[in-house]
Each structure stands twice: as structure tokens, then as C-alpha cells.
């Protein structure tokens, strides 16, 4: 079996074991019956079948056997379903905010994280928010799956009983980067935590400039790096000012990133394309950013230079 790295992972194994074992079963009787049957009425023993127009008893007795297993089956997996939806008083309250495509984690007192970190055999409770589309978290080790839903309020929780860094993904397809929504969650003893947080706590009244946030809280990051890495959009790094190579219609031109061409870039991204990306993936935010947000966005742009 996998680690159990949470108090819930041993119920779900033991679910996902006996219906696993109800399923081979099944399989294994049904391919042995056919291939009984294929050699037991084969052509070449001239024996021919005599057709059955009806056994009441066989059609009760199958009917009666399927819903004995699936009744089973569900009180299988109610059983540690029930334990996953009753959260402790004293659990430790997190926000997992999903957004394209990334995760980030809230703890209060203004600590922020792009990992999910957490004491050791602590009862956390992870409270879903949803900032786009729905998106999924997952955290295989912990035997933990809840989906994100814009407008929904969902959480799960979990005890997490082993040190180390597991892998959280995202398990609804949410656009073209789903698959690169993964993050970290690190287990560490209790000490080790409470380091942690008070050095978070200790920065986290830093204020995060006001493009970045605008950037952030609109999903612009997901498409565009702030390191110069390439993702769907161009990087948000060395930008400004730096000359470009624009698809116009049929046309294709150097021009400088200026305010202007950052403006037309929000307002109407497909009109003058970047060469080497792809039209129709960048919506126009005309209705989500004002002109006094693009000023501060492009304010802020002009400080990401090339280093």
C-alpha cells in the first residue's frame, strides 16, 4: 500500500482495496465463464446450446447480488467520507486560493505562501476559494481531494502524520497551464514550524506593490512570468522599453513597449500579436482594469528590469 501520510489515508486505501478486490474478482469470474463457454460450445464438439427463455431465479439472484456489493461499497466509502467532512474545533485554519494556474496559501496575520507549510500530527483545515474558474486540490500522500468553486465555499482537512514534501495538483482541468498548478506541501515538526511562521509573520506586514497586486489578483502572472521564464504570454521581465516584434493583420514590425503598447496590449491583446505566441489566448480586460489601474500596472512594469 502507499505511505499513510494522514490520519485519512488508511480509510480511503482500505475503500479503494475492497472495491479493487470486488472488481478483479468480477473480472476474473466473467473472462473465465466466456472462455469456458467458448470452449465448451465450440463448433468443432458439435454441441448446440438450447435457448433459455427466462430463469426467475438466476435474474433475482444477480439482481439481488449487485446491490448487496454496491450497498457495501457505499458504506465503504461513506465511512471515511463522513471522518473527511468532520473537522476538529481546535484544527488549524488555512485558505487555499486556486487561480490560473497556481496555488497560494493564506494563514492570517497577513502570511502568504506559495507552499502549503504545516505542523506535524496538527489537524489543518484547508478552506477552498476559487478566484477564475474551478480548479481542483489535491495532495495524493494525504489521501485528500476537494474541488475550488468561484462563488462556493468548500474546504478539507486532514491530520498529516509523517514529515516531508508531498505534491499538490490540480485534478480539474482549468486551460492551457493546468498541468503545471502543482505546489508543495512541507511537513515539518512542530519547532520547525513555529520558525517558520514567525519569520512569515515577521515580513508579512511588508506591502506588496500595487502593480504586483493588480497583476496578481487579475491572473496576469499565470500567462506572464516575473523572471523572464516563458509561458504563455512574454515575460513581464525587462519589458518596458525593450523593442518587440509585432504581428499587425499581415503585417509584422519592431516597435518599443512603451506605456502605449502596454495599453493596447490590455485593452485589445490580439491587434498587435508578439511574434512566436498565439492569438485568441489573452482576453481584453477593458472591462475589468481602469485607466488609473493600467497607469499603476505600467508604473510598476517599469521597475522589472532586465536583472
Given at each position: 500500500?502507499?505511505?499513510?501520510?494522514?490520519?485519512?489515508?488508511?480509510?480511503?486505501?482500505?475503500?479503494?482495496?475492497?472495491?479493487?478486490?470486488?472488481?478483479?474478482?468480477?473480472?476474473?469470474?466473467?473472462?473465465?465463464?466466456?472462455?469456458?463457454?467458448?470452449?465448451?460450445?465450440?463448433?468443432?464438439?458439435?454441441?448446440?446450446?438450447?435457448?433459455?427463455?427466462?430463469?426467475?431465479?438466476?435474474?433475482?439472484?444477480?439482481?439481488?447480488?449487485?446491490?448487496?456489493?454496491?450497498?457495501?461499497?457505499?458504506?465503504?466509502?461513506?465511512?471515511?467520507?463522513?471522518?473527511?467532512?468532520?473537522?476538529?474545533?481546535?484544527?488549524?485554519?488555512?485558505?487555499?486560493i486556486g487561480r490560473m494556474w497556481q496555488w497560494e496559501f493564506e494563514y492570517g496575520n497577513g502570511i502568504r505562501s506559495k507552499e502549503l507549510v504545516i505542523p506535524l500530527n496538527k489537524p489543518i483545515k484547508i478552506n477552498l476559494k476559487s478566484q477564475d474558474v474551478i480548479h481542483s486540490l489535491f495532495i495524493p500522500a494525504f489521501r485528500v481531494k476537494e474541488d475550488a468553486v468561484p462563488g462556493y465555499d468548500n474546504f478539507l482537512w486532514f491530520i498529516p502524520t509523517i514529515p516531508g514534501v508531498y505534491e499538490i495538483l490540480c485534478t480539474e482541468y482549468c486551460g492551457l497551464l493546468h498541468s503545471s498548478m502543482l505546489a508543495k506541501a512541507r511537513v515539518l515538526v512542530q519547532e520547525e514550524y513555529d520558525k517558520w511562521y514567525a519569520e512569515a509573520e515577521s515580513t508579512a506586514?511588508?506591502?506588496?506593490?500595487?502593480?504586483?497586486?493588480?497583476?496578481?489578483?487579475?491572473?496576469?502572472?499565470?500567462?506572464?512570468?516575473?523572471?523572464?521564464?516563458?509561458?504563455?504570454?512574454?515575460?513581464?521581465?525587462?519589458?518596458?522599453?525593450?523593442?518587440?516584434?509585432?504581428?499587425?493583420?499581415?503585417?509584422?514590425r519592431s516597435v518599443i513597449a512603451d506605456d502605449q503598447y502596454i495599453i493596447n496590449s490590455i485593452l485589445d491583446p490580439d491587434a498587435e500579436l508578439v511574434q512566436g505566441y498565439n492569438k485568441g489566448l489573452m482576453k481584453s480586460y477593458k472591462d475589468i482594469l481602469k485607466d488609473a489601474d493600467i497607469q499603476i500596472i505600467i508604473g510598476y512594469l517599469k521597475t522589472l528590469g532586465k536583472e
Open positions: 500500500m502507499l505511505t499513510d501520510a494522514s490520519n485519512l489515508a488508511e480509510g480511503v486505501d482500505r475503500s479503494f482495496l475492497f472495491i479493487g478486490i470486488v472488481a478483479l474478482i468480477f473480472i476474473v469470474g466473467i473472462s473465465a465463464l466466456m472462455i469456458y463457454s467458448l470452449i465448451r460450445f465450440s463448433r468443432k464438439k458439435e454441441r448446440k446450446p438450447s435457448q433459455v427463455s427466462g430463469n426467475l431465479v438466476l435474474e433475482i439472484s444477480w439482481t439481488a447480488v449487485a446491490i448487496i456489493l454496491v450497498v457495501i461499497m457505499f458504506i465503504h466509502g461513506l465511512v471515511p467520507y463522513k471522518k473527511m467532512r468532520n473537522v476538529p474545533d481546535d484544527a488549524i485554519p488555512v485558505t487555499a506586514n511588508i506591502p506588496e506593490p500595487e502593480g504586483y497586486l493588480l497583476l496578481r489578483n487579475t491572473g496576469c502572472i499565470a500567462c506572464h512570468s516575473m523572471d523572464g521564464t516563458r509561458l504563455v504570454g512574454p515575460s513581464f521581465r525587462g519589458l518596458f522599453g525593450e523593442p518587440r516584434m509585432i504581428i499587425s493583420g499581415k503585417d509584422t
